[in-house]
């Protein structure tokens, strides 16, 4: 067995149409928290690419923290998510990693 000091979620923002994000997950049971703001009515695209952390899970939260997009297993590149935001406010991509996963993933936030 191995013991890990976790580091807090890996921080982040995305704006729609911005620049990419790559999150980098370094310790085992470290996950990320990528949030961006959207409004009521928006389409959104998330795409993925450069996935290195090959077994890993990730959500997408309501502004009340509930779930809009439930856990959807994430093990490769090129995955795209398209979802309709049903409140104005900011949104969290939870990124989890399982087991002893590591590495990092670039994500992408476009209008849909």
């Known amino acids: 067995m191995t013991l890990y000091e ?3 979620d890996v ?3 995305l704006v729609s149409g911005g620049p ?5 997950i370094t310790t085992p049971g ?6 961006f703001d959207g409004r009521a009515g928006q389409r959104i695209n ?4 450069g996935v290195t952390v090959l077994f890993s ?14 856990q959807t297993f994430l093990f490769t590149s ?10 104005d406010g900011t949104y969290a ?6 087991s002893s996963e590591t590495g990092s993933m670039t994500l992408s936030l476009t209008p849909g």
Do not use: E, H, K
């Open 6 to 8: 976790v580091p807090p």
């Open 11 to 13: 921080p982040g923002t």
């Open 20 to 24: 990419s994000l790559t999150a980098n």
């Open 30 to 35: 470290q996950n990320a928290r990528i949030t």
């Open 46 to 49: 998330l795409q993925f690419s």
């Open 57 to 70: 899970y990730f959500s997408i939260l309501r502004p009340d923290g509930s779930p809009l997009v439930s």
């Open 78 to 87: 090129g995955r795209t998510v398209t979802a309709d935001l049903p409140a």
């Open 93 to 98: 991509i939870v990124i989890d990693p399982q």
